[in-house]
């Protein structure tokens, strides 16, 4: 694909969710069923390796065998696709950019090191090199709630000065004061905020969601965005009862049970049921036991009829 300029990357992205064998290994063949899925689904885009794709986790040959599959399928549909390079490590990162702009993707995702908190010239140092590296793909920067470096518009604003060719952030959002900052960043800037405020998100400024609400049905997501786009008053009222199913069926498994975003995100898709991955996460990580499965999809059947349509 062709690099994607920052007023190009919008809408609903959906993740690669890592799927596994009981052994841990990955199962290539569900991937590829996913990988296809997706595509016919007709997303936005599609990006791997993001925290519900287990990038922390990945051997290096891991790593290449996904994207290298992943790309080939969406360079050979014309389906926009990022590739996560994020990881912990800053040496990690940039060999995996190397390679994986390659790859043509339409952009890459990374994060910031995460071991010691890099100052402000690391950081500078970091994000230079890596957008060296990655040109002329442009860099989307994950910056997660549980960053140990949590980035405020300002920070952004002086990434961007200082001539760093970010295209793009994947971030939980903020407050209608956030929003107006980051409307007013210095230049072209794709604002993507979590997948169940995207009526909200998209009315206040934003681009897009790399979502949750895809995890649970992509196809569902993808027709909510486009009446989101409508700026339909259906929009908003289907994002509350997202809301409430995240609140009342999700939100309890990570704040009661202690399971991890990425483990609720790989149990919402086998809640939609439009994929056979199961909801594994790889070790030392727990999933949700399959028991729960269906308790929650006929929960989910009352709040949100038009997933299983
Ligand atoms: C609520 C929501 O949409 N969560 C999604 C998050 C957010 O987009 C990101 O943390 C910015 O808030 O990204 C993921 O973790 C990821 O890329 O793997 C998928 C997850 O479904």
């Known amino acids: 694909m062709t690099p994607l300029s920052a007023n190009e990357i919008n809408g609903n992205w959906a993740t690669l969710l890592l799927p596994l064998n009981a052994d841990d290994s990955i199962n290539y063949v569900q991937l590829e069923q996913e990988i296809d899925t997706l595509i016919t689904f007709g997303v936005d885009g599609i990006y791997s390796n993001g925290t519900a794709g287990e990038f922390y986790n990945q051997t290096e040959a891991e790593f290449d065998g996904i994207n290298e599959l992943f790309a080939e399928k969406c360079n050979d549909a014309g389906m926009p696709f990022q590739i996560g390079c994020s990881h912990m490590s800053p040496k990690i990162s940039l060999e995996r950019v ?3 702009r390659l790859l043509r993707p339409s952009a890459i995702q990374i994060i910031l090191p995460d071991w010691f908190v890099p100052s402000k010239t690391e950081l500078t140092d970091y994000l230079q090199m890596i957008a ?3 040109a002329p793909v442009g860099l989307v920067l994950y910056n997660p709630p549980h960053a140990k470096k949590k ?3 300002a920070d952004f604003a002086a990434i961007l000065n200082s001539g760093i060719p970010l295209v793009g952030c994947k ?4 407050d209608t004061q956030w929003y107006e900052e980051m409307k007013h960043l210095p230049q072209p800037f794709s604002v993507f905020v979590p997948g169940h405020q995207l009526a909200t998100g998209i009315s206040l400024g934003a681009h897009g969601a790399y979502s ?12 909510w965005y ?7 008053a259906a929009a908003f ?9 995240m609140s009342e069926c999700i939100v309890p498994y990570i704040v009661n049970e202690g399971y991890s975003n990425q483990a609720v995100d790989k149990f919402m898709a086998a809640v939609g049921g439009w994929t056979s991955i199961d909801t594994q996460l790889r070790w030392p990580y727990r999933g949700i036991p399959a028991e729960h ?8 059947k009352n709040i949100l009829p038009e997933v299983f349509q």
């Open 98 to 100: 190397r390679r994986a």
């Open 132 to 134: 060296d590296a990655a």
């Open 151 to 153: 980035l405020l518009p």
């Open 171 to 174: 971030v939980a959002g903020g």
């Open 212 to 223: 949750n609400v895809a995890c649970l049905n992509p196809a569902f997501a993808q027709k």
């Open 226 to 232: 486009d009446s989101i786009r409508k700026a339909e």
């Open 237 to 245: 009222e289907l994002e509350k009862r997202i809301q409430q199913f």
């Open 293 to 300: 499965i269906l308790p929650i999809r006929e929960k989910c």
